[in-house]
């Protein structure tokens, strides 16, 4: 095998598979990195899916949250009070590495 032959197969997931479920992200954060990135990809994929969006602002949520097809949107504390936990598996923090633990703690 070539160099080239194997960095072709490199990125090859024949171990994924949708056989049990798909996996519900809440994402924490709504800046460019969210918008721009994660939800595109999320989009492109049938191995998980954004449920639920978090930001500062309930309106920006829910907002972020329509425009994108997503189940709900909520603000930071009502993410921590257990807002919406049944709707999500995984959590993606997507705030700034120096805020994360509240959200992790959650």
């Given at each position: ?9 490199f990125?090859e ?61 909520v ?6 009070d ?5 709707r999500y ?18």
């Amino acid at each position: 095998m070539t160099l080239e032959q194997y960095l072709d197969r490199f990125a090859e997931r024949d171990w994924q598979s949708t056989e049990d479920g798909t996996v519900r992200f809440a994402l924490v954060g709504l800046g460019w990195w969210v918008r721009e990135e994660v939800l595109p990809a999320l989009e492109d994929t049938d191995l998980c899916t954004a449920t639920v969006l978090v930001s500062g602002s309930a309106e920006k949520a829910e907002s972020v949250a329509d425009g994108a097809d997503v189940a709900a949107g909520v603000d930071y504390e009502a993410f921590h009070d257990g807002a919406a936990a049944d709707r999500y598996d995984a959590v993606y923090v997507c705030t700034p590495n120096a805020v994360h633990l509240p959200y992790v703690r959650t």
